[in-house]
């Protein structure tokens, strides 16, 4: 899922055998033939939500995931937005939520998932000049 219909695209462009559809992950379903997703990733998916979100974005996911299943989330990590009108050399107009990483931690335990992994590291050369916070959390079986 993505919410961008360009972002699907490539993604379909990319790896053509695969599933790909416009969606929010804040409405995020389950397999229409599993109990859940075995995994789910959210690849800088969080940093367009508002932290007062980020709780029930957080929990939306891990009620879709399987008992066991995974989830592995990347965000920028601070406490501030900021708004960018070009990124990569692409023209947008968007607002950048940096997430707390205390925060983002809490959001992920208390939607009931166990965190295994959690880091925070700085920006490498030629990256958007942020820290990035990734975090592996399992729901229990």
Do not use: N
């Amino acid at each position: 899922y993505d919410c961008a219909p360009a972002m699907i695209k490539q993604a379909r462009l990319r790896v053509p055998g695969a599933t790909f559809e416009v969606g929010d992950l804040r409405r995020l379903l389950r397999p229409p033939t599993a109990p859940g997703w075995g995994a789910i990733t959210c690849w800088y998916g969080l940093v367009y939500l508002a932290p007062s979100e980020l709780p029930a974005a957080v929990a939306g996911l891990a009620r879709v995931l399987a008992p066991g299943g995974l989830l592995l989330v990347a965000m920028h990590a601070g406490d501030d937005v900021r708004h960018e009108s070009e990124l990569a050399g692409v023209e947008v107009d968007m607002e950048l939520v940096l997430h707390d990483p205390a925060q983002v931690r809490a959001a992920v335990e208390a939607a009931g998932l166990v965190v295994e992994e959690w880091y925070v590291r700085g920006a490498r050369p030629g990256e958007y000049p942020t820290d990035r916070l990734y975090v592996l959390a399992r729901r229990p079986a």
